[in-house]
């Protein structure tokens, strides 16, 4: 694998995370939990996402083809865990609401 498709990804990573860590620590508590449910799912497939681009990467960039195997296992559970996780945030109800 070529050393400066590392060292970009590695640079992205840095400021996708510097720039994660900027907002958080700028963003005003919140007290609505709707709001606080959105920015954990959205905060959730960001990682999702990540997780998604670095294996795509790893696909693309060895000549060989041996990210295929982690591509395709990505692709495979990563929709039903993004499913599952959205039917958890979003369908639960309070029981004071009932």
Do not use: C, H
């Amino acid at each position: 694998m070529d050393l400066s498709i590392i060292y970009a990804a590695a640079t992205i990573a840095a400021a996708v995370i510097l720039i994660g860590g900027l907002l958080i620590w700028k963003t005003p508590d919140a007290t609505d939990l709707e709001v606080r449910k959105l920015r954990f799912a959205a905060s959730m497939f960001t990682g999702i996402l990540l997780v998604f681009v670095f294996a795509a990467l790893l696909y693309i960039a060895t000549p060989d083809g041996s990210g295929r195997d982690i591509f395709k296992t990505a692709m495979t559970t990563m929709t039903p865990l993004a499913g599952a996780m959205m039917g958890y945030i979003f369908g639960t109800r309070n029981k004071t609401q009932e």
